[in-house]
């Protein structure tokens, strides 16, 4: 790991103490990044944790927990406060910036996703917008406010002086990620605000799953994800996939075992796992010698072969997460632009079986520009898959931007309040339940999708339903027995954790409710 940001403090009277706020994430890895970044170059970070994120149950702060915030900023007295967010939290953090101004007279920096894709939309709340990576966009705008310089102009930095906007140039993407320092866990002047208190502790440390990003970027173009606007964004301005080396990598997981002695399970986070044959090579070798816990991966269907699953699987991956998405390859290509192929997906379900790794398929269902037979299609798909298997199923969220956005939008499908930022759809469906309101043929699609996940239901009698007009029309009983199904299989999936040490009580209230069981 290099020292890449030296200490250019002139003064140790000038106030360094930045507070940053991470909205609805303790996992939030960006602003950890830029915490670990300020301290190197000796700031003073204090890092909120503003409440968890709880599947399909967010809830707004109440006035205790922004009131709590607002005494923290008093106590802390910052030169900056910055905001790291996505899209859902756009008018929470829009309210909290509001009421923090009566707190203190420090500035706001927004940054994150949300930001970074409507930089317009948020300088009329915030002083300071980041556009981008932050980790040296907040250090140069925290090196400027220290000095009494204008921040005006720093790469990556939108800035506001009473009604004037005035967007910086766009800032080059980070090209050596292993430049940057590990991001900030387990330090000193960490607040968890939730449940109406403020806790110093980070709750991170109740988890037994460490996630890390071993990338950047992603190589794939998704209708639906921020990627498809972002590449538009940093065209010239370098390479938008990166990956990380070995050694960082490895060197990182070190430092989190000996913080998290607990762990056992590391997730690879990011958009993709996608890397060179003699990186994996190298990785597979290191992973297995000092590393030695079960991983996790998410992967794009024809990224990695059967050598490729084979030498992972002997490093300790246990598990690939891979999108199928639709089992049509007309929505797959021309609704969700993507370049897999139901045979890809056949394929690497047979791949994954001989490799003895475990499968878990995301589905996305809610889109209304699917078919009858686009759904049927999937079904379909389901049951020529190798099982056993999981699905993950997702109800198609639009965010600001995105391809899918804009053509939702255009057609006259949806208008811009249905879109994340002015609408919170995500706060109560993001991973598909049945308590959300639906037609009763999506009903019987869906429930038909959770019965093919299910070994102990045979395939001739889901297929005998893929006929019946009469559980089409009225798909009560289906939904009925999909439930049930899941939550035997839930039951089933809860011991074997509970039995490997991976069930705690921090996953268990991010996913598990009776009300809202989710399909595996």
């Known amino acids: ?61 109440t006035e205790c927990e922004a009131q709590l915030l607002a005494g923290l900023a008093r106590k802390i007295n910052p030169l900056l406060i910055g905001f790291g967010f ?40 915030a002083d300071f917008v980041c556009v981008g990576e932050g980790e040296f966009a907040a250090l140069e705008l925290c090196r400027a406010l220290e000095e009494g310089r204008d921040p005006g102009g720093i790469p990556g930095l939108w800035s506001r002086r009473g009604p004037e906007t005035r967007p910086g140039p766009a800032r080059a993407l980070l090209e050596d990620l292993d430049s940057l320092p590990y991001p900030d866990y387990m330090q ?17 440390a109740q988890t037994v799953e460490y996630r890390i990003y071993p990338t950047r970027g992603c190589p794939y173009n998704c209708s639906y994800c921020y990627n498809s606007t972002l590449k538009n964004m940093y065209k010239g301005l370098g390479r938008y996939y990166r990956i990380r080396g070995v050694d960082g990598v490895i060197g990182e997981l070190r430092h989190a075992l000996r913080l998290f002695p607990r762990t056992r399970r590391v997730k690879f986070d990011g958009d993709v796992f996608a890397f060179p044959k003699p990186w994996l090579r190298d990785f597979c070798a290191a992973y297995a010698r000092d590393i030695g816990v079960p991983f996790e991966i998410l992967t794009y269907p024809g990224e990695l072969d059967e050598e490729d699953l084979r030498a992972l699987r002997r490093a300790g991956l246990d598990k690939i997460q891979t999108g199928i998405q639709s089992g049509s390859d007309r929505e797959v290509s021309a609704v969700y632009g993507r370049r897999s192929t139901c045979s ?28 009858p037979e686009d759904k049927r299609a999937m079904i379909e798909l389901l049951l ?35 879109v994340e930022g002015r609408a919170t759809k995500s706060f109560s469906q993001f991973r598909l339940s049945f308590d959300y309101p639906r037609p009763p043929e999506d009903v019987y699609w869906i429930s038909l999708a959770i019965l093919s996940s299910k070994s102990f239901i045979p395939r001739r009698l889901i297929r005998a339903l893929l006929n019946s007009e009469h559980f089409r029309r009225n798909p009560g009983a289906l939904k009925f027995a999909a439930r049930l199904s899941d939550l035997a299989k839930t039951v089933a999936i809860a011991l074997g954790m509970l039995a490997r040490g991976e069930l705690t009580r921090f996953k268990i209230r991010q996913y598990g409710t009776m009300g809202q069981i989710i399909s595996q």
């Open 1 to 61: 790991m290099k020292n890449a940001m030296p200490d250019n403090s002139t003064s140790q009277s000038r106030n360094r103490r930045v507070m940053l706020v991470s909205m609805y994430g303790i996992e939030n890895r960006g602003v950890r990044y830029i915490s670990a970044v300020l301290r190197q170059a000796g700031f003073e970070p204090h890092l909120v944790l503003f409440k968890r994120w709880v599947n399909n149950r967010i809830r707004p702060p």
């Open 86 to 125: 996505g899209s859902p939290y756009f008018k929470i953090v829009r309210d909290l910036t509001d009421m923090l101004r009566a707190a203190t007279p420090a500035p706001m920096l927004w940054g994150g996703i949300h930001p970074t894709v409507c930089p317009e939309e948020c300088i009329a709340h």
């Open 188 to 204: 000193a002047n960490t607040v968890f605000i939730e449940d109406n208190r403020a806790s110093e502790i980070d709750p991170i």
């Open 344 to 371: 890809d997906i056949r394929e690497l379900s047979r791949v994954a079986r001989r490799a003895g790794v475990g499968i878990v398929f995301d589905l996305i269902f809610d889109n209304p520009l699917a078919t």
């Open 384 to 418: 020529e898959l190798e099982r056993p298997f999981k699905i993950y199923l997702y109800s198609l969220t639009v965010f600001p931007k995105t391809a899918i956005a804009r053509e939702l939008i255009e057609r006259g499908i949806i208008t811009a309040d249905g």
